[in-house]
């Protein structure tokens, strides 16, 4: 299982000292990938309810909140080996063509490093800032996959249904991952395990629960097999807290393991550098030792 971490986008140290004392110690340490969220604005006047927690996000208006393929680019450019994901991109308030820009360039300057992560997004408010519909933004997304994955295995498209349609054009450079990089499908719910399903390269859940991830891959796996796709081409990820205690850190990250997610993203206690950067030497010198035993 490989292991991951997010680095400081909003708050004091979401600047590029702090980013990229996170990104290098996660590379020096042996931890498998970084990985970014995605904002563009802070509604001030909002009815939408954050999904992940009764008290709202994690962060205030004030904290401000990095762009996620600016940040991405900074690290891959700081970096060697680490892997570079979003979890997640909120892919229906954005247009396809610039999306499968970013993401290709990223993926050639950094190597061939990116993972990305998307979701259908809960903030009705910022969907229409951005003059982005938000009822309507599961089949957009739907459609959305479907041309990011055209313009990166073939380097340009001509013509689409739905809600794009374009001309005869052309995108390059293609991502150095052939076909692209991966698309992992983030949600909880039945829409997106099934879009995981039929259109994404795994499934990119939330929580530390393996029961709940357990029977969520399992529907995914078995959509995928009634539809004719390949359940064994699909991964299982989470993004999940880490437990202050190394013997349950390491027991929640074997059962993790055991319940068949290929990666974890871990969201550790703090929001600076520091804290973070020592989380990641407690996870090298405390966790991994014990995870490999185990």
């Known amino acids: 299982m490989k292991i991951g971490v997010h680095v400081p986008q909003w708050g004091p140290d979401a600047d590029r000292a702090g980013v990229l004392t996170v990104a290098r110690m996660a590379e ?84 061939g490093r990116v993972i990305v992560g998307v979701g259908a997004g809960w903030w009705r408010e910022e969907f229409e800032a951005l003059g982005a519909e938000f009822s309507r933004r599961g089949a957009r997304m739907d459609e959305q996959i479907a041309i990011l994955r055209a313009l990166w295995r073939d380097g340009g498209l001509s013509g689409h249904g739905g809600q794009y349609q374009y001309g005869e054009l052309v995108s390059r450079p293609q991502p150095l991952q ?25 499934w990119h859940a939330l929580g530390s629960d393996d029961e709940t991830l357990r029977e969520g891959f399992a529907d995914v796996l078995e959509i995928a097999r009634q539809a004719g796709r390949d359940p064994g081409a699909l991964s299982l990820s989470t993004s999940a807290g880490l437990p202050p205690d ?37 996870l090298g010198t405390e966790v991994l030792p014990g995870l490999a035993a185990a």
């Open 28 to 111: 020096d340490v042996g931890l498998d990938s970084v990985w970014v969220a995605d904002h563009v604005v802070y509604p001030l006047h909002s009815d939408s309810r954050y999904p992940y927690r009764a008290d709202g996000p994690p962060f205030a208006p004030e904290d401000g909140f990095l762009d996620a393929f600016t940040t991405l680019a900074t690290i891959a450019g700081a970096t060697d080996r680490i892997a570079l994901g979003t979890s997640v991109l909120v892919l229906p308030m954005r247009g396809p063509l610039e999306v499968a820009k970013s993401v290709a360039t990223l993926d050639v300057l950094s190597g």
């Open 246 to 282: 190394p013997d349950n850190a390491v027991r929640r990250l074997d059962r993790l393991a055991s319940a068949g997610v290929d990666q974890v993203v871990l969201n550790v206690p703090g929001n600076t550098a520091a804290d973070i950067c020592s989380a990641i030497q407690w």
């Open 178 to 202: 052939p076909g692209g990089p991966p698309v992992l499908i983030g949600g909880m719910g039945a829409a997106a395990r099934r879009r995981a399903a039929l259109l994404g390269d795994g």
